[in-house]
């Protein structure tokens, strides 16, 4: 084992360069639509200097005790029950009982089970890698994900649920599960959205993904917001009409620019250049993240990285699929960029995490660790 030297050595500063940029070009998007607008800019600029704080705080701490068993099965339960417990206390936004409103601030626990999950399935399969092909522990572990899948559900905030299913049938395949599984596991998914969307989907839900399927049928009602999405985004063309210039956003014809369709008012401003270079920071820090995946210092380690990836990959597909109209409409933010306090604080601590353990990382080849965790060729 080697553990590096220098007080901030562990720190990946393309990753984090990359994250802070990206919030900065969010700042700036929200920025520029009047004075109710710059009071997601003031909130966000506070909760990223907060994010920071809470990054390099835990990139000091020793992360390994959260190897033990007992201990991510205790924060698994203590996110169940404050799950639970929104049912009881949580504010209704939109619809949606997903909030604890706490007067100076909104908490939303969705984002922190999101990365629950990761851990909690990082240390499962860190132990049982090699076992994969045991149909026992794909339905164990998606009993785990299923509680939280279905407490989101229920609240409900169907975009959350789908970024925790996505987490668990990621982190599953990259463990090694066989094809006859993988088939299963597919037949199995087409049952549950049968199930999903006779009992479970509220009508609002299910006239996103029809009018998905068609968008043109309800302009003024279940299709505005994609189509105005669309509108947003083609409209930025090749170099986007300049900062603050967005007349979608800034006349408010399109909403939640500075969650949901974000991307759509940084595209109409930044046009289609603009873009590539926000695609660009995100590959550079998933790379980043799968880079210190490889020299993890055991399989809870690589796993973390390889979750936390998916995690980060997952929003922002389905994120600007949505946004450029090829997925149903399902209130999914993207990674660092869309407004959230939550949303901020949990993904800057999982890159504080993910520093955290490479202070214990191992100068290997990757041979090496690819034998040791999916098993020799």
Do not use: C
């Not at 996505?166 to 090694?176: D, R």
């Amino acid at each position: 084992m080697r553990r590096i030297k220098g007080i901030f050595s562990h720190i990946d500063l393309p990753a984090l360069s990359a994250a802070i940029i990206i919030v900065i070009l969010g700042l700036v998007t929200m920025n520029n639509f009047g004075d109710v607008a710059n009071s997601f800019f003031n909130k966000q600029l506070v909760w990223l200097g907060v994010s920071i704080f809470a990054l390099f705080s835990i990139s000091f701490i020793d992360v390994r005790f959260l190897r033990r068993t007992s201990v991510i099965i205790w924060i698994y339960m203590i996110t169940v029950a404050i799950l639970v417990s929104l049912f009881v206390f949580g504010s209704v936004f939109q619809g949606s009982q997903s909030w604890f409103n706490l007067g100076f601030f909104a908490f939303q626990p969705a984002e922190l089970s999101k990365l629950v999950l990761v851990l909690l399935l990082a240390k499962y399969f860190s132990k049982r890698h090699v076992e994969i092909k045991q149909i026992r522990h794909i339905i164990v572990s998606g009993i785990y994900a299923g509680i939280l899948f279905l407490l989101i559900m229920m609240q409900p905030d169907f975009g959350s649920a789908l970024i925790i299913f996505s987490i668990w049938f990621g982190m599953v395949l990259f463990s090694g599960l066989s094809k006859r599984h993988f088939i299963s596991l597919f037949a199995s998914g087409v049952v549950v959205f049968i199930i999903l969307w006779s009992s479970v989907f509220a009508d609002y839900q299910k006239d996103r993904i029809l009018t998905f399927l068609n968008p043109l049928q309800d302009l003024q009602g279940a299709g505005y917001n994609a189509y105005q999405s669309t509108v947003s985004v083609g409209s930025g063309m090749m170099w986007g009409k300049g900062v603050g210039q967005g007349t979608q956003s800034r006349l408010l014809f399109l909403p939640e620019y500075q969650t949901d369709f974000v991307f759509a008012a940084y595209a109409e401003e930044w046009g289609f250049m603009g873009s590539i270079l926000l695609f660009i920071l995100y590959l550079l820090l998933i790379f980043r993240i799968l880079k210190i995946a490889i020299h993890g210092e055991s399989n809870f380690e690589i796993l973390y990285s390889i979750g936390f990836s998916i995690l980060i990959m997952t929003h922002v597909i389905i994120h600007t699929g949505i946004n450029v109209g090829l997925l149903p409409v399902t209130g999914i933010t993207i990674p660092f960029m869309s407004y959230g306090g939550t949303n901020l604080l949990i993904l800057f601590s999982g890159l504080g995490i993910l520093f955290a353990m490479r202070k214990y990382e191992r100068p290997v080849h990757r041979d090496y660790i690819s034998n040791e965790f999916l098993g020799p060729k």
